[in-house]
């Protein structure tokens, strides 16, 4: 291939390729996108969900209705506003519970420099404890805490899901190997429907938790 005809495909490609990023992100404020960009640059331990993710999440949150949700595992915040940006649809609540006091911090000062404050209290402290502090039911739950934790996150979260509610969790694909009993459990529980997907290779379950489990 001629030089300038491989510089003239490269440019096309390098277009097309921004033209894919913009309208991608065409329905976010350009200084959320850098806070977005900034939070998984300053992410060492690559504890944020990926962008892919975070879109799916944000969907979920919008097109489920979500009034009424929690996070287990804040880490800086960045799926927490993700999720956010979904309950500004819904003109839902998210309560996200962080143990690391510093991720904890770090979260609510993104949160608050993402301008959703209103929508998502970050709380700090350990979800075995808090959890069952917190009145009523949940719509909306998303689990991504440490893994071989899930199952017991799900024995404590599915009786306070309510009907029609939805119930996801980070990591099923990639460490599965770590929570075998959780997976065993969205999957044969007779009050769920359960789905995996995998917006990125990291693979998200889906559960969705019925009126009655007559039907199922
Ligand atoms: C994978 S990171 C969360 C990433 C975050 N969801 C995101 O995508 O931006 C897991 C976090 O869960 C926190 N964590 C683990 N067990 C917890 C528990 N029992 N209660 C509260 N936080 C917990 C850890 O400190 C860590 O920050």
Do not use: C
Not at 20 to 49: F, G, M, N, W, Y
Not at 139 to 160: E, G, I, Q
């Amino acid at each position: 291939m001629a030089p300038r005809t491989r510089r003239a495909l490269t440019a096309l490609l390098f277009a097309f390729a921004f033209l894919r990023i913009a309208s991608a992100q065409s329905t976010l404020e350009p200084s959320l996108v850098k806070l977005l960009h900034d939070i998984k640059a300053a992410d060492r331990d690559q504890l944020a969900v990926s962008e892919e993710d975070g879109r799916f999440l944000r969907v979920m949150a919008a097109s489920g209705g979500a009034k009424r949700a929690l996070e287990i595992g804040s880490a800086s915040g960045y799926s927490a506003i993700w999720i956010g940006l979904g309950l500004r649809q819904t003109g839902g609540h998210l309560t996200t519970i962080e143990y690391d006091p510093a991720r904890a911090r770090a979260a609510a000062d993104n949160i608050r420099r993402a301008g959703l404050a209103d929508v998502i209290t970050v709380l700090p402290g350990d979800a075995f404890k808090e959890v069952p502090r917190l009145a009523g039911a949940f719509d909306f739950v998303f689990l991504d805490a440490w893994k071989r934790d899930y199952k017991r996150f799900f024995d404590m979260v599915v009786p306070r899901l309510a009907p029609r509610g939805l119930l996801l969790a980070h990591n099923v694909v990639n460490k599965q190997a770590e929570m075998r009993s959780f997976l065993d459990a969205i999957q044969n529980n007779p009050s769920l429907f359960t789905t995996i997907v995998t917006p990125s290779g990291e693979g998200m379950s889906v559960s969705y938790k019925l009126q009655s489990t007559l039907h199922k």
